[in-house]
């Protein structure tokens, strides 16, 4: 069973700038999280979808970030635009409705705003 | 909302010793904790959790404990081989769907 995918893998860009990122779920998995996970601390939920509606998405900030999720499969997060306080690495994790526990992470894109 | 706090922060130990994380969660509803493992470069990965209708459950090397009570549970790692050096995060939530994560331990086995 192929993993949750991420990509880019690495993206360097200057502030102001703005960035998009891509998540491909595990095939069948209903919700899709998103994480920012700051150097040296856990993972933070940004958003949360279950298919392709959201269902929290209370710590994303909404001024500058914003994320979709097509046909309830691929997702992409974006920001714009970009400050420095937004390095961070942006995890993606699914989770398959019918098995209430386990959330598979990708293995993430590590962003730096200079 | 949820307070997951973890310590210590950095840990070593020797190779075939054990290691002990800490836990402590502030809301009294949450009734889910997974234990994740991340190696650099990788995405959390699920090691081991339990409901808070178990007090202890193990797996191999791995354990934890749950004491609701005193709103704290612990992860126990005996006889660490030199692949359990990674950072561990603990997790709590009262739903199955949403979990609140702690700070992370960075575990260094030393040969």
């Known amino acids: 069973e192929a993993g949750v995918a991420q990509s880019p893998r690495y993206k360097i860009i200057e502030k102001r700038q703005s960035v998009a990122f891509w998540c491909n779920p595990i095939?069948?998995?209903?919700?899709l999280y998103w994480y920012q996970q700051i150097l040296g601390q856990g993972p933070k939920l940004l958003i949360q979808f279950q298919n392709n509606g959201v269902v929290d998405d209370s710590q994303l900030p909404k001024d500058r970030f914003s994320a979709e999720r097509l046909k309830g499969v691929d997702s992409t997060l974006k920001i714009q635009p970009a400050k420095l306080e937004d390095s961070a690495v942006y995890l993606c994790a699914s989770r398959n409705s019918g098995t209430p526990i386990e959330q598979y992470f990708g293995p993430g894109t590590r962003l730096t705003v200079t | 909302g949820e307070n997951v706090e973890q310590h210590p922060s950095t840990l070593s130990v020797q190779e075939g010793d054990s290691a002990v994380i800490k836990c402590t969660y502030s809301d009294s509803a949450s009734n889910y904790f997974p234990w994740y493992k991340q190696e650099l470069g990788k995405g959390p990965q699920l090691i081991i959790d339990?409901?808070?209708?178990?007090g202890e459950k193990k797996d191999q090397r791995i354990a934890v404990t749950l004491n609701k009570t005193a709103k704290h549970f612990s992860l126990h790692i005996t006889e660490t081989q030199p692949e359990d050096s990674a950072v561990y995060f603990c997790?709590?939530?009262?739903?199955?769907?949403?979990?609140?994560f702690g700070k992370g331990t960075r575990l260094h086995i030393l040969p």
């Open positions: 095939s069948g998995h209903a919700t």
């Open positions: 339990i409901r808070s209708n178990v």
């Open positions: 997790a709590a939530g009262n739903r199955d769907d949403k979990i609140i």
